[in-house]
């Protein structure tokens, strides 16, 4: 996911670039709302963070452009200000929610994951993606979940490319290209060690064991494969 960062303070921004970063999202950045439009028609971002008093365009100006172009990307204000009356209009604007300084990053972080999941299950609600089996599990795009008996295992928007990328490829190797292809875009394509740590945090939820992992397997030198069939982990 993309996140387009726009504050005027330089600590505060850097700040929120680096711990972000570190989540896997793919960050840009504008110090004042004349630069936010630009970055937002230039780089199309997925999610935004919007300061509010800033240098050539206060936040409310900018949410207010946005909002007659896009009326579904999540837009979190940031502000200083947190008076009741700031909150309303924000609100008003058709911002997400509001988070007032000074804000602990997971904080943010988990405000993020919360509206972006929110946002996407509105965007799927009336999309053509049906549940299916991957393995002993049972996907649901739409709810971004898996079930495996009662248990209920979320997932984020990459891990459900990963796993219906592979899933479509069935008995087929994936290569890691695909892989970087179908969750970061090329355009945006991580550093190889990323997409380890991705497949590996997915085998830990999704696998019955992951050191022998069933459901995604290792090709060596190649990729992953999804083998159907499978003998039942349980």
């Not at 996407?120 to 299916?132: M, P």
């Not at 292809?181 to 060690?193: I, K, L, T």
């Amino acid at each position: 996911m993309r996140i387009l960062v726009v504050e005027d303070d330089a600590h505060i921004r850097e700040g929120l670039i680096e711990a972000l970063s570190r989540e896997g999202y793919a960050l840009v950045a504008a110090e004042n709302g004349k630069q936010a439009l630009e970055c937002y028609e230039k780089e199309k971002p997925d999610f935004i963070i919007l300061d509010i008093m800033m240098p050539e365009l206060d936040g409310y100006s900018v949410c207010r452009a946005i909002r007659k172009l896009d009326e579904q990307i999540p837009i979190v204000f940031l502000s200083a200000k947190g008076e009741e009356v700031d909150r309303v209009v924000g609100l008003e604007l058709g911002a997400d929610d509001y988070i007032s300084k000074p804000f602990g990053v997971h904080e943010i972080r988990a405000r993020i994951k919360t509206i972006a999941k929110r946002c996407l299950r509105q965007k799927l609600a009336g999309a053509d993606t049906e549940a299916f089996s991957f393995g002993d599990l049972t996907v649901f795009p739409r709810e971004l979940c898996a079930t495996r008996g009662a248990e209920r295992l979320e997932l984020s928007l990459r891990e459900l490319k990963i796993i219906e990328c592979l899933y479509r490829h069935k008995n087929q190797v994936v290569t890691r290209d695909m892989l970087f292809d179908v969750a970061w875009g090329y355009e945006h394509m991580p550093n190889s060690r990323t997409l380890d740590q991705h497949i590996s945090k997915l085998r830990k939820m999704i696998e019955v064991n992951p050191d022998t992992p069933v459901l995604i397997r290792t090709v060596h030198g190649l990729g992953y494969r999804y083998q159907e069939n499978l003998p039942k982990s349980r």
